[in-house]
Nanobody, 127 residues
Framework: QVQLVESGGGLVQAGGSLRLSCAVS????????LAWFRQAPGKEREIVAA????????FAADSVKGRFTISRDNAKTTVALQMNKLTPEDTAVYYC????????????????????WGQGTQVSVSS
């Protein structure tokens, strides 16, 4: 079981930036992808971005393309989500998730492919 610990959430004004980090611990040899999801109050959990673990290919939801960037460090112990030009609509709890399945453009956003989840970190954007 992969353990994930998120950090970096907080309160920011619209137009500002935040950087989330997800520390990946324990066994990662069968890890295939990491992703960030978010869930706003009263809404379903939705994909934000994903990255394949070995190659580092990235995918992002249309709502965040050009503003958010997902990356991982070369040691493959941390996944980051750089969030720029934040809007109040980005307010949500952000979750890091890990998958042992290969993901691509057609399935990277399916929560059921991700078997490990972090506890979440709150991001609040004021107008």
């Amino acid at each position: 079981q992969v353990q994930l610990v998120e950090s970096g959430g907080g309160l920011v004004q619209a137009g500002g930036s935040l950087r989330l980090s997800c520390a990946v611990s324990t066994r990662t040899s069968n890890l295939r992808a990491l992703a960030w999801f978010r869930q706003a109050p009263g809404k379903e959990r939705e994909i934000v971005a994903a990255i394949t673990w070995s190659v580092g290919a990235t995918f992002a939801a249309d709502s965040v393309k050009g503003r958010f960037t997902i990356s991982r460090d070369n040691a493959k112990t941390t996944v980051a989500l750089q969030m720029n030009k934040l809007t109040p609509e980005d307010t949500a709890v952000y979750y890091c998730a890990a998958s042992t399945y290969y993901v691509g453009n057609g399935n990277y956003g399916l929560p059921r492919l991700y078997g490990s989840w972090g506890q979440g970190t709150q991001v609040s954007v004021s107008s």
